[in-house]
């Protein structure tokens, strides 16, 4: 009696785990944000921006033959607190909610080549729903050529550990997945920009494997204050 109880415990733990990814990713791509949109430069004290970005593209963490052409779409700001640090916020369409930071450590407003740190802090409070939160950290190098000010060629590798906690039936378990790949792509204009980015992703499993095709993105940022 006490090993169908387990298992009747593990079974319905790989169920709620089972909706929860079922809630991110159909028809709405992966939960956990796997996109940039930025150059290697920060905003500038005072200043501040808008943004939103649609993209496509399987998620690695599941296999593609379940997801091969889902759908996403993100809006989001950032705010320059100081001269070379950024702050700011983005929510996406499976409500995964991501808060940002940005300190620029290599060049200036006016430089050929930049480049940024980014730390993110995510997270989905279905709990409500579905007894599941999922959430994400994530470290990214945010590297740019900017050939003119209205151009920018940008490269940004990222590491993401992305979880999920279920609290449910009196048993606590977490599931963790590992990620890293990068985004690149190019930024046209100035206050008003248009984004085309191509990004890859992979779990730590499947080192230096990237199998899955590229996700592919489009965003437009209305920068205020430049």
Not at 9 to 31: A, H, P, Q
Not at 80 to 88: A, F, L, M, R, V
Not at 125 to 148: D, E, K
Request: glycine share 10%.
């Amino acid at each position: 009696m006490k090993m169908s109880n387990n298992i009747s415990v593990v079974n319905n733990n790989t169920y709620y785990i089972y909706v929860v990814m079922l809630l991110c990713l159909s028809g709405l791509w992966s939960c956990v944000s796997l996109n940039s949109h930025q150059t290697g430069k920060t905003l500038g004290k005072g200043n501040y921006n808008f943004s939103g970005n649609v993209l496509a593209g399987p998620s690695p963490l599941l296999s593609s033959d379940v997801f091969k052409n889902a759908y996403h779409f993100e809006v989001g700001g950032m705010y320059g607190t100081e001269d070379n640090i950024d702050i700011g916020v983005k929510v996406n369409s499976s409500l995964f909610f991501t808060m940002m930071g940005k300190y620029q450590w290599l060049g200036d407003k006016q430089s050929a080549i930049a480049s940024s740190i980014g730390l993110d802090i995510g997270i989905a409070p279905l709990y409500v729903i579905t007894g599941i939160t999922t959430y994400s950290g994530s470290l990214a190098f945010y590297n740019s050529y900017h050939p003119s000010e209205h151009f920018a060629i940008v490269f940004s590798p990222r590491f993401i550990h992305y979880s999920t906690a279920v609290w449910t039936h009196g048993n606590d378990d977490h599931n963790h997945y590992p990620l890293y790949g990068y985004s690149t792509g190019i930024i046209v204009g100035k206050k008003h920009q248009f984004s085309f980015e191509v990004s890859q992703f992979t779990t730590i499993e499947d080192t230096y494997s990237f199998a899955l095709p590229p996700i592919i993105g489009f965003g437009y940022i209305w920068n205020i204050g430049k």
